[in-house]
């Protein structure tokens, strides 16, 4: 059984707070997990689960998410930078481990750059390491669509752009994932405030994944059929990361936290713990990326 426990943080007089779910035993440094946009403290339950009988898990309301206040105008990545900062520094604790999905990811990539000997093991999945010339024209129609107050037009491209629809690849319970995505992004248009200027920043400045880092046990995961960024392109921003790891999980896309909730959390808990996700059956292996060390030096692809 765990205590919960809810800290109210502020940065410039922006309020946000984060939730900690305290083990009492811990066996590996508590989780910090951040999620995608306007993803906020409550939308874990499958990483509660399965994290909270090794240690604490730490979920988060940064500004613009959840009960925290909206992300003030002109920000970038660098004001939530200092909010996750804030969040490791009031936890007490010399190390986390730290998993990012999504825009998460970027936070997260960005927060071991500027603290490795803070980071005990990052997890990063979802990365969205480029965007291409069709996500670019999707996220300029899903702004038109806001700007004149059509909440349905904004929530059906906005969920269309972030799965694989492709009927040519499998994926299971595909029609209930969009429902669940185009429902999320309906409640985004209607209740989050500055989802305009998030879509804004979105177009004018590319994610920060540049730089590299080395001396942080690294994995990086995707679904095979991730249609944001490829599965390739993910790969290939794994191996800036000295050492890491690369996994494709199968019979999912961008979406994969939900599809495959379970898997994504026994693979952040196989990670944490200093376990081999080698064995993982739900782990793809057709040259879009099976496990691999992806360290400078190795070689990355079949046969490897």
Known sequence: MYEEVVRALAIDGTRFSYRRLRQPAPRTEPVVVLGGGFQGSHGWPHMEDRITPLTDLVTADLPGMGTSDPLPSGSDTTFMG?????????????????????????????????????????VLGGVVS???????????????????????????????MQLCLDPGRHIPRRSLVYRYVKRSMLHV???????????????ISGPAFDGGLSGVPALVFTGEHDSIT??????????????????????ADHWVVLERAADVADLAVRFFTDQPVEPASYVADHGTGSERDVGPGRRVGPGN
């Open 82 to 122: 200092r909010a996750i900062d804030r969040i490791i520094d009031d936890l007490g604790v010399p190390r986390i481990n730290l998993f990012g999905y999504s825009y998460g990811a970027e936070l997260a990539f960005g927060c071991a750059q500027r603290n490795p000997d803070r980071i005990a093991r990052l």
């Open 130 to 160: 480029h965007t291409s010339p069709a996500q670019q024209a999707s996220l300029r129609e899903a702004a038109d669509h806001l700007a004149v107050g059509d909440a349905e037009g904004f929530a059906t491209v906005a969920a269309r």
């Open 189 to 203: 248009a209607v209740h989050v405030p500055n989802v305009m200027e998030y879509l804004r920043r979105s177009l």
């Open 230 to 251: 490829s599965p390739d392109r993910q790969r290939e921003f794994a191996a800036t990361i000295a050492g890491s790891r690369f996994v494709s999980i199968r019979d």
